[in-house]
Structure formats: structure tokens, C-alpha cells
């Protein structure tokens, strides 16, 4: 049974560009979390999704930022005209309905030039 | 508001044992989970609490107090490879829907 899967791990970007950070969560879970990473700070929540569903987006920015989970294939963050300050890594993480624990994958890294 | 405070560091010696207090302060309480997190890593379950009292798996326990909003991880036998960020994280929110999670301690465990 194969983990959360990210890709890609590592993504760099010029300012103004945009960014798609793919989560793929465990097999059988139907839940997926988007975290930030800055460097030296802890995980800050961003978005919950569930199937075709957006459940939480308290934490995401107001522009720019967007996130989906669709019937089929896997969930997306895109950020659109990136800037310096979204340098981070973001993680995704996975639960099946009913479960609290969460399996993180292993986060993708950007770096915004 | 959401607020979650944990130490900053935290320096122990391998075979010792150290406890790490996490206190909480969140709207809406649907449980508190502990994460190993090592550097460039992804963060790892280590435990979980929703009712209070004490739960132990192994060299780790982890204990909860829903009336005070604290919690702590306690290592025993402290090996090197126990040097790591210590995540404490809430599932808060009216219907549990989101986690918050404190700024990690960083343990340093010392030969």
C-alpha cells in the first residue's frame, strides 16, 4: 500500500509564474489536508478537501491560491504569479472517512527566484 | 482565536527520559495528536489523545487534560535518533475539520 505520494518534490519557479503542487493520498482515503511549511516555523493549515469538495479553506490566502480534489486523479494546489515569500514546503496529507490520523506525504519544496 | 504554545528547544542526554508540554487554547476540541517531524522530512504520528489521562506506546506516552488544555509527550530511553522536531496539533473547528498545529520543539538529544 503505497503512502501519500507528492510531486513534484522539489519546484522552482520565477516570480509571476504559476505553481501545481499534486498530492495523491493513500488508497481508500477520502480526505486530503494542504499544510505550509517556512522554514525554522511550523505547519501552518491551509485547505481541507474531500471528493469534489472544498470542506475548509480558512487558511488558504484570499488570491492567488487555489485548491481542488476531483472525482479522478489527484488533488491540486496551484498558486498563480508566485512571489518570493510563497518559498515554503507543502505538504499534503491523507485520512480515510471517520479516521483522525493523518499520513503526511513526503512535501514538495519551492523556491520562488 | 487558535493558539497552540510549545518550548522553542529542548537539550536532554541519550538515555534520559524528557517531556515536552504542549498548551492549547482553540475553538472546538475533536482531539490532540503528537508528530515526529527530523529535518527535510515529512512529519510522522507518534500519538493521540481525546480523552484524558495517559497513553502509552512504547518508549512514548502522551498525556492529556481537556479542562487545563494541556498535553505532553514523554520520551523514555532517549536514543540520537530521537533528535527531531516534536509537533503538538489540535483537531479544532465546530465540526473537527481542521488541525492546528504549534511550532514544533526542537529536541536535542546529546551522547
Known amino acids: 500500500n503505497a503512502g501519500v505520494m507528492q510531486n513534484p518534490r522539489h519546484l522552482v519557479r520565477r516570480r509571476g509564474q504559476e505553481a501545481r503542487l499534486r498530492c495523491s493520498p493513500m488508497?481508500?482515503?477520502?480526505?486530503v489536508y494542504w499544510y505550509r511549511q517556512l522554514p525554522e516555523e511550523g505547519l501552518k493549515f491551509m485547505v481541507y478537501l474531500q471528493k469534489e469538495n472544498i470542506i475548509d479553506e480558512s487558511g488558504m490566502p484570499k488570491e492567488r491560491f487555489s485548491a481542488e480534489f476531483p472525482k479522478e486523479g489527484p488533488s491540486i494546489l496551484r498558486i498563480q504569479q508566485v512571489v518570493r515569500g510563497d518559498s515554503a514546503a507543502y505538504f499534503c496529507?491523507?485520512?480515510?472517512?471517520?479516521?483522525?490520523?493523518?499520513?503526511f506525504g513526503p512535501g514538495t519544496r519551492l523556491t520562488v527566484t | 482565536g487558535q493558539n497552540i504554545d510549545q518550548p522553542t528547544e529542548m537539550t536532554a542526554t541519550e538515555g534520559a527520559i524528557v517531556q515536552i508540554n504542549c498548551t492549547y487554547q482553540t475553538s472546538g476540541f475533536n482531539g490532540l495528536f503528537w508528530y515526529q517531524q527530523h529535518a527535510g522530512e515529512a512529519p510522522t504520528f507518534l500519538s493521540y489523545?481525546?480523552?484524558?489521562g495517559l497513553e502509552e506506546k512504547g518508549r512514548f506516552s502522551s498525556f492529556l487534560s481537556r479542562s487545563k488544555g494541556y498535553s505532553y509527550l514523554l520520551l523514555k530511553e532517549l536514543q540520537m535518533k530521537d533528535s527531531a522536531s516534536y509537533l503538538c496539533?489540535?483537531?479544532?473547528?465546530?465540526?473537527?475539520?481542521?488541525?492546528?498545529f504549534g511550532p514544533g520543539t526542537r529536541l536535542s538529544v546529546l551522547p
Open positions: 496529507a491523507s485520512s480515510p472517512p471517520g479516521q483522525s490520523e493523518q499520513y
Open positions: 488508497k481508500g482515503h477520502s480526505h
Open positions: 489523545n481525546v480523552l484524558d
Open positions: 496539533a489540535v483537531r479544532a473547528g465546530n465540526y473537527g475539520q481542521n488541525f492546528v
